[in-house]
């Protein structure tokens, strides 16, 4: 019996190479992370994390090499094309909207799929189907309680998994997740983590974190960027007591 063929990668970074006038910020970087992974980037300030997720979305061109989500190479298509294939990065479409409440705020990131045009808001609201497929949302991450809620009125650790809730009407294949728990408190952190953790096992989530401790409790694999070069990637379990990333990155002897 012949073995089934491994899955294309659902996100493929080749020898991508940026350069910031005399800077070079990405050297001949590669990363490939498979459908439904949950994939940590670490490094420290200035290694080439942001950069690289602005070269996945499409914020910055590269100088040379590409980018491949789930076999289309869209290493010239503007950002808004790769939300159309199911790449999306929360703070792209995540902006909340401070009056309107938390039901209106996933409602609104439902309209991503649909384009934006003046009177975009509307229609979406009077649509009992979307209302419907938006509360449930909510109602599986277990932020039912927000729905009716003014963005103005949550908390900062729930507007966040509320960025997340955004995110996912948009029913991405690809989540870019950046520094998710950045400026959280302890407690806001462990609510952020949890809701990351429950995300669809079918999802490949990619995520910058500065928190050891939340990134490797959430990461499956990880890539360490060091002055824009890849200096380990594999399992967190191996990378994590690799010795070029305890001295490097981790700062230890």
Same mark, same amino acid.
């Given at each position: 019996?012949? =073995?089934r /063929?491994a /899955? ?10 940026? $350069?910031?006038g ?6 001949n970087?590669?990363? %490939?992370?498979k459908p439904?992974a ?5 490094g /420290?300030?200035?290694?080439g994390k942001?950069?690289l997720f602005n070269?996945?979305?499409g914020?910055v ?14 290493t @010239?298509?503007?950002?808004?094309r790769?939300v159309?294939?199911?790449l999306? @990065?929360?703070f792209?479409?995540?902006t909340?909207f401070p009056?309107?409440?938390? &039901? =209106?705020?996933?409602?609104m990131g439902s309209l991503v799929?649909?384009g934006?045009? $003046?009177?975009w808001?509307?229609?979406a609201?009077?649509? %009992?189907q979307?209302?419907g497929v938006? %509360? !449930?949302?909510?109602? @599986?991450l277990? &932020? ?10 949550i908390?900062?650790?729930e ?6 809730a +955004?995110?996912l009407?948009? !029913?991405? @294949? ?5 520094e /998710?728990?950045?400026? &959280?408190s302890g ?7 949890d809701l990351?953790?429950?995300l669809?096992d079918?999802?490949?989530v990619v995520?910058?974190?500065?928190d ?8 499956d694999?990880?890539?360490? &960027? ?8 594999g399992?967190t379990a +191996?990378?994590?007591e690799d010795p070029?990333?305890k001295?490097?990155y981790?700062g230890?002897?």
């Amino acid at each position: 019996m012949k =073995e089934r /063929p491994a /899955p294309a990668p659902a996100l493929l970074v080749r020898d991508v190479t940026v $350069r910031f006038g005399g800077l070079l910020a990405l050297a001949n970087l590669d990363l %490939e992370v498979k459908p439904g992974a949950r994939h940590g980037i670490l490094g /420290p300030n200035g290694s080439g994390k942001t950069t690289l997720f602005n070269v996945i979305t499409g914020f910055v061109a590269p100088q040379s090499g590409s980018v491949v989500i789930h076999g289309d190479d869209v290493t @010239r298509l503007p950002p808004h094309r790769r939300v159309d294939l199911g790449l999306v @990065r929360t703070f792209q479409i995540t902006t909340l909207f401070p009056e309107l409440t938390a &039901l =209106e705020n996933v409602l609104m990131g439902s309209l991503v799929k649909v384009g934006h045009h $003046r009177d975009w808001w509307r229609p979406a609201r009077q649509d %009992e189907q979307a209302r419907g497929v938006a %509360e !449930a949302l909510l109602s @599986r991450l277990g &932020l039912d309680h927000l729905a009716g809620v003014p963005v103005r009125e949550i908390g900062y650790g729930e507007q966040r998994q509320l960025e997340i809730a +955004v995110a996912l009407a948009t !029913a991405p @294949r690809i989540l870019l997740l950046d520094e /998710p728990t950045a400026g &959280l408190s302890g407690p806001e952190t462990a609510m952020v983590s949890d809701l990351i953790q429950r995300l669809p096992d079918d999802l490949t989530v990619v995520l910058i974190e500065h928190d050891l401790e939340v990134i490797f409790d959430l990461a499956d694999t990880l890539t360490v &960027l060091y002055y824009g070069e890849r200096i380990a990637d594999g399992s967190t379990a +191996v990378v994590r007591e690799d010795p070029v990333v305890k001295e490097v990155y981790l700062g230890a002897s």
